[in-house]
Antibody, heavy 118, light 112 residues
Framework: QVKLQQSGAELVKPGASVKLSCKTS????????MSWFKQIPGQSIEWIGM????????GYNQKFKGKATLTVDTSSSTAYMDLSSLTTEDSAVYFC???????????WGQGVMVTVSS | DIVMTQAPLSVSVTPGESASISCRSS???????????VYWYLQKPGKSPQLLIY???NLASGVPDRFSGSGSETDFTLKISRVEAEDVGIYYC?????????FGAGTKLELK
């Protein structure tokens, strides 16, 4: 069955960077899209961007350009998101979700809490 | 950006009764291909969101047929008939017509 397994919670200092992972299984990763989302606890969902594993092509929410960088490793069926120059406003839960054409975001990772604090 | 406005922000429902959640978009979500790019997700407490309805009115795999979606180009409704305890959570509508994809603020469904 389809699974998206995200890396563990992160505690990082302001100004630092962090790389989150989303390891997939149960489907053909190399011809699929992956999206990432941000959710501050108690708030709604924000779409960060999307990457096509086939060629690494990306599309970003303008709000997150320069903040998030999406990459993939097809050899391990894993998607990554780098978050840079972290501030307290980046403290949130981050989700990865598979994007399929007809029924997008049908499978989600469990989410990872990123806390930015000195 | 397309703004998605949900109402109400919370709803309390007696088990077995029905509930409706509204969502309005600031722009038509009807594409020239005839597809309306509105989606509904449920986030149960402490869990990841799950897809309920895609393309306005299509039931996602594994979702009970107590859930249904309808609407027009800018006004959409999620209806839950015979609400059960497992339906508790926050419901989000979202648009996937344009970058950036955007979501409503969410509607919290509780049981009476």
């Amino acid at each position: 069955q389809v699974k998206l397994q995200q890396s563990g919670a992160e505690l990082v200092k302001p100004g630092a960077s962090v790389k989150l992972s989303c390891k997939t299984s149960g489907y053909t990763f190399s011809t699929s899209y992956m999206s990432w989302f941000k959710q501050i606890p108690g708030q709604s969902i924000e779409w960060i961007g999307m990457i096509y594993a086939g060629d690494g092509g990306t599309g970003y929410n303008q709000k997150f350009k320069g903040k998030a960088t999406l990459t993939v490793d097809t050899s391990s069926s894993t998607a990554y998101m780098d978050l840079s120059s972290l501030t307290t406003e980046d403290s949130a839960v981050y989700f990865c979700a598979r994007r399929v054409t007809v029924a997008p975001f049908d499978y989600w990772g469990q989410g990872v809490m990123v806390t930015v604090s000195s | 950006d397309i703004v998605m406005t949900q109402a109400p922000l919370s709803v309390s429902v007696t088990p077995g009764e029905s509930a409706s959640i509204s969502c309005r978009s600031s722009k038509s979500l009807l594409h020239s291909n005839g597809i309306t790019y509105v989606y509904w997700y449920l986030q149960k407490p402490g869990k990841s969101p799950q897809l309920l309805i895609y393309r306005m009115s299509n039931l996602a795999s594994g979702v009970p047929d107590r859930f249904s979606g309808s609407g027009s180009e800018t006004d959409f409704t999620l209806k839950i008939s015979r609400v059960e305890a497992e339906d508790v959570g926050i419901y989000y509508c979202g648009q996937l017509l344009e970058n950036p994809y955007t979501f409503g603020a969410g509607t919290k469904l509780e049981l009476k």
